[in-house]
Nanobody
């Protein structure tokens, strides 16, 4: 299973950005997908997640500003980030928990994508 993230970049405070992450491979089904972020000198933290059933949850710091969604095939997850703040600056990582055809779950990470919020 491979996760390919795209999006990110530089945006002014109050602006918007969108991230996407596509899962590819064979012999798996996705249990959940999520976005994490890691700012310099800080631990990686959960930003938002969506389960295979469509349930979502958000970090308190982004609730109401960010929206996580997925495509109908449930293999691509999106993160729409509105009203961005400088403290949202971080490397954002895509995460997926998948059920492999062998019958066990495994976690995968995509490459990070930089989001910088600055004037």
């Amino acid at each position: 299973v491979q996760l390919q993230a795209s999006g990110g970049g530089l945006v002014q405070p109050g602006g918007s950005l969108s991230l996407s992450c596509a899962a590819s491979g064979s012999g798996f089904s996705i249990n959940s997908m999520a976005w994490y972020r890691q700012a310099p000198g800080k631990q990686r933290e959960l930003v938002a997640a969506v389960t295979s059933g469509g349930r979502t949850n958000y970090a308190a710091s982004v609730n109401g500003r960010f929206t996580i969604s997925r495509d109908d095939a449930k293999t691509t997850v999106y993160l729409l980030m509105n009203r961005l703040k400088p403290e949202d600056t971080a490397v954002y990582y895509c995460n997926a928990v998948v059920l492999l055809s062998a019958g066990y779950f495994r976690e995968y990470w995509g490459q990070g994508t930089q989001v910088t919020v600055s004037s």
